[in-house]
């Protein structure tokens, strides 16, 4: 039976987001695509503390797609190195599974 996850992905701003997702939605290696307009962050890059204003996308899929999902987010992605986080998903509505494994990208 085919996992599912939900994948955390920052982005530069909304638009990236967005563009991201649908990019995620329209390959088929996610089934729907969430967008958080605007989270504060803080990192170290470079050496130097970072305080940004990013965005969020959370991309539901199954774990067979989940390399080449990370795959077409490092494509398209503006970041050097894009944060891409997997999480799998341990209880899920049984009629929301079906419907998400069912507009994937089929196996092989």
Same mark, same amino acid.
């Given at each position: 039976?085919?996992?599912?996850?939900?994948v955390?992905v920052t982005?530069r701003?909304?638009?990236?987001a967005?563009?991201?997702?649908?990019?995620?939605?329209?390959?088929?290696?996610a089934?729907?695509?969430?967008?958080i307009p605007?989270?504060?962050?803080f990192?170290w890059w $470079?050496?130097? %503390?970072v305080e940004?204003r #990013? /965005? +969020?996308?959370? =991309?539901?899929t199954? $774990?067979r797609l %989940?390399?080449?999902?990370? #795959? /077409? +987010?490092?494509? =398209?992605?503006?970041?050097?190195?894009?944060?891409?986080?997997?999480f799998?998903?341990e209880?899920?509505?049984?009629?929301?599974?079906d419907?998400?494994?069912?507009?994937l990208?089929?196996?092989g």
């Open positions: 039976m085919d996992r599912t996850f939900l955390y982005a701003d909304e638009a990236e967005a563009a991201l997702g649908r990019l995620l939605v329209e390959r088929r290696l089934a729907c695509v969430n967008v605007r989270i504060a962050s990192y $470079e050496g130097e %503390l940004d #990013e /965005a +969020v996308l959370i =991309a539901k199954a $774990e %989940l390399e080449p999902l990370a #795959e /077409a +987010v490092r494509g =398209a992605h503006s970041y050097q190195v894009p944060a891409i986080l997997a799998p998903v209880h899920l509505n049984p009629a929301y599974r419907w998400l494994l069912g507009e990208r089929p196996l």
